[in-house]
């Protein structure tokens, strides 16, 4: 006769990403980049950011990942919105702020493609599903 074990439900890992809705000089576009084409979400675009370190806030981690994905200068300003999202491998929350773009070109360095677009063409982009919480709180301003 055999015992059943008790199944434990496996614990999904959580990401707490800093995010930035990147603005323009004038203020009339905003800069989305398009993944690499390997790993989670490969060629689907995004909002720019990345992970947060231990004992980062998601103002010093904004500023640091858009230095090291885009190599540039952004000034980090009033939080636009916070999002939860579970995913079948994983639970995300988005810390997205609006920045201004400050200085340096933008470039590549660890995307695919970049490019600057009105919010009206947001719909335009396929995005990680997380990710169109932050397109309808875009539309609403």
């Not at 579970?86 to 773009?101: A, D, N, Q, R, T």
């Not at 600057?116 to 995005?127: K, R, V």
């Amino acid at each position: 006769m055999s015992i059943p074990l008790e199944v434990q439900p496996i614990a999904k890992k959580h990401k707490q990403i800093g995010v930035a809705v990147i603005w323009d000089r004038d203020r009339h576009k905003i800069l989305i980049d398009q993944r690499l084409p390997q790993g989670d979400f490969a060629g689907y675009w995004e909002f720019p950011g990345g992970k947060l370190e231990e004992g980062e806030d998601a103002i010093a981690c904004i500023r640091r990942e858009i230095k090291e994905e885009l190599g540039i200068d952004i000034e980090v300003g009033a939080q636009l919105i916070a999002v939860s999202h579970e995913y079948e491998k994983f639970i995300v929350s988005l810390i997205v702020h609006h920045c201004y773009h400050i200085s340096g070109e933008p470039q590549t360095l660890e995307c695919a493609q970049i490019r600057w677009i009105e919010p009206s063409e947001l719909a335009n982009y396929q995005f990680p599903e997380a990710n169109y919480q932050i397109v309808e709180a875009l539309n609403k301003i």
